[in-house]
């Protein structure tokens, strides 16, 4: 018998499904997994996912029906439709937040085709397909342990060196898992990097390889949203938003620099970690993973050192290349002897000149765009600050205003101290921007470029930016952590580090493992073919432990002491954390809700509940805000603690107030 309704998810920030009639000429084609249209509120069409049929009718109300189904090429399988559900629950999302973000809309999916143009069969990619190259010894070694430990473990854990051939490794296991006629996920964390990762797939897998992200075509997206479900494209080059593509069959996910916070996304929700959620992707469809790292993250290796995943690791660049010499500039020497050069050490001016020189390319890293990070009145000590957020403005000098980076609010450069009258107005800090004028200066002959959020903004700016410096047509590359990673440059052979005390003591409890990793990434980029590398890194604490762990490129060393401190204080991996945030327009109100909601969960879980406190930035948007954050150890049940929570912050929210408030939780933050 055919049943008679469906339960639908729906694209909007409601918990549960909806229930709706199924009109008798469809009742064969709506199942679990099939995208329909319904109306919804005053909305005529609304695109929706079906979750369950059945026949029992709804006591309460008469079930409006379903008005159309979306083509059959764009179905969500029963695989892809648990993981969405699964992303819900574990992430402590509404179901319709999960819905929106993973699949295109309605109009999407069904009135955009991408045009055909007619191919010389000759002109295919298909026709200048090449066989991968042959792996030398020690990868031959690691990709023989790899399919070994697949064996007892779904994850793998690949440690190799900076350009130690990992991405060589892969393109095997791809060329494997599609001679098995199943597919395979490759992941980065940037957007920047899929461009020349992308060319390098193609020569050995042609079209059987795509690129999904969010800076293509909505028809671009589209295609290969269909090419995913019937199982036509192979493989799929792609950020953390593919995890949602439609696989038939998906027999391996690679994770590359697995370590990468992009990974994790923070607004809108779902909240979702696409290293940690390709897992359990993975796990639906009985196949196989893969992480990839110079620097895995903490987590991972401890995991995998534990035995809980496999461990595979690579000690040696590719070819016996030598790994960068690293010299440390103490930046306080050289300003007691005046031989600093506005931001640059006497030793950084030394090696970008001799590069250049021999005809070879710098990447100079800051990981702060903008100008300046705040102006300053010199007369009274004014910083000019958003009305909208607890910040200081960032002095863009190129739009010739300060903005906001949290908000995006902008206003023009003051031409007097508001507070005293005074011009006497100077730049504080330094951003990419302010690099880039001053180096074009040091060395006016050198072809320089900047890549950051502001020279990335428009669709393939990243990519022409990256192909001219590959090409030699830039000889300086200014960057902030965009330019840190997986990225292959033949004349690549100094790499700067400006100021690596502003990662060291960011207040986080992973801002030493992370400064280790920017910086053993970026250096990673220099020297990776015939002549060694040079890294110059600016600090005014060389004696700093993770600065001497980075020196030797001794990772091991450095995950070991940031383990031994995360036991002692219970930190991930020994507990996992959820972060619940509270924010309010009103700050009494605020204080208030926070803490009558910290004491109906410490009524649960005790100890367990820290907080509220105000985080670094303690207003967004005019939203003030006040984090908890709970810590599970291995005594206490994820799931009921969820429960608990979903509970607590659905009371809270029915408390009579004045004002709005909003409270969302972030399972695993970053």
Sequence with gaps: MSNGFADIILPVALAGSYTYGIPPGLHDQVQRGTLVTVPFGQSKSCMGLVVSTHNTQPTEFTPKEITGIIPLQTAINERLTE????????????????????????DDLVSRAVPRKKRNPRDSSEARVTLPAELNALQKEAFARIKEQFNDHGVVLLRGVTSSGKTEIYIHLIREQLAMGRQVLYM???????????????????????????????????????????????AVLGVRSSLFLPFRDLGLIIVDEEHDSSYKQYDPAPRYHARDAAMMLSRIHGGVILLG???????????????RYGLVELDARYGDVKMPEMIVADTRSHGKKKKAVSHFSSRMLDAVGAALARGEQVILFQNRRGFSPYLMCSDCGWVPRCTNCSVSYTYHKSAGKMKCHYCGKSEALPGVCPECGSTALSTRGFGTEKIEEEIKLMFPSATVARMDQDTTKRRNAASRILSDFAAGATDILIGTQMISKGLDFEKLTVVGILDADSMLWFPDFRAFERSFQLIEQVSGRAGRRERRGTVIIQTADPSHLIIRQALKHDYKAMCSTQLEERELFGYPPFTKIIRIVVRHRDLDELNLSSA????????????????PEFPAVMQVQKWYIKTLLIKLGKELSASRVKEMIRKAMEAELKMPRKGMLRIHADVDPQ
């Design 596 to 611: 009558r909601l910290a004491a109906n969960l410490r009524r649960h879980l005790g100890k367990f509940v820290l907080g």
């Design 293 to 307: 790292s110079a620097t895995p993250s903490v987590e991972s290796y401890h995991n995998a050192t534990s035995g």
């Design 188 to 234: 980065l964390p940037e957007i920047a990097l899929t461009t020349q990762i992308i060319e390098r797939l193609q020569k050995h897998f042609g079209d059987a390889i795509g690129v999904y992200h969010s800076r293509l075509t909505s028809a671009s997206r589209q295609d290969v949203w269909r090419k995913a479900a019937n199982g036509t494209l192979g």
């Design 83 to 106: 993981f969405l559900l699964w992303v819900s629950d574990y992430y402590m999302a509404l179901p319709g937040e999960v819905v929106k973000a993973a699949i295109p809309s309605a």
